[in-house]
């Protein structure tokens, strides 16, 4: 098989795989990734020493341990403790902590540009802390976090390639299985980069507009 019948007949295998796995993969992690990021974020600027320090400690870690390492320790290192995770959750788990250590900080620094005229304006009308986070702070510190979470999610997108290497079948893998058999990498993985480079360009765009939307309720 030459190389542009192998690229039209892996065209559909590599966008399933895109869209079934790649994709969800990506979304599921940020989402659930933030969740703890905001949970980390909020330990980080708490006046509790051992609360603080725990969730300092947690960002060390994720921070100072390469992404690969994590996936490597969650899916064939935890089952020697007696904790077994099929491919999938796994890298869920582990891109999930990942983001949440990198995008905790993001949180954290964006809740301290909100100033602290805010919280005692709040505080000052009997505004409850948790009533104060989810009507002043957050809505006033999501503008600050958007740009740098959002390169977060679109640097996932790319991450999940590494994914490969604990069995998930996302496009990189795919991609790998396809090209085995001719020896076509350069095609495959060139198509592979191209099903990357378009939904990063997605992404970037959805970046844009939701930056530009965030700017049109700041007062000049």
């Known amino acids: 098989m030459n190389g542009q019948n192998l690229i039209l007949d892996s065209l559909w295998p590599l966008l399933q795989a895109t869209l079934t796995l790649t994709i969800p993969l990506t979304l599921i992690s940020f989402v659930l990734g933030l969740a703890v990021a905001l949970a980390v974020a909020l330990m980080r600027l708490s006046s509790v020493p051992l609360v603080s320090g725990v969730a300092r400690s947690f960002v060390s870690i994720i921070r100072g341990t390469p992404l690969l390492l994590q996936l490597f320790i969650i899916y064939y290192g935890l089952p020697a403790l007696g904790l077994t995770f099929d491919p999938f959750p796994a890298a869920i788990l582990a891109f999930t902590l990942n983001v949440g250590g990198y995008g905790a900080e993001v949180i954290r ?34 503008r600050t976090a958007i740009p740098p979470l959002s390169n977060t999610l679109i640097s996932l997108v790319k991450d999940t390639s590494l994914a490969s290497t604990i069995q998930v079948t996302e496009l990189l893998r795919v991609a790998q299985e396809a090209a085995a058999p001719t020896y076509q990498f350069f095609a495959l993985y060139g198509v592979a980069a191209a099903y990357y480079w378009v939904v990063c360009l997605v992404l970037s765009f959805g970046q844009t507009r939701l930056e530009e939307r965030q700017n049109r309720y700041v007062a000049i």
């Open 109 to 142: 620094s964006s809740i301290l540009s909100v100033p602290k005229g805010q919280w005692e304006a709040a505080s000052t009308v009997g505004m409850p802390y948790v009533t104060t986070l989810r009507r002043v702070v957050l809505p006033q510190a999501t």
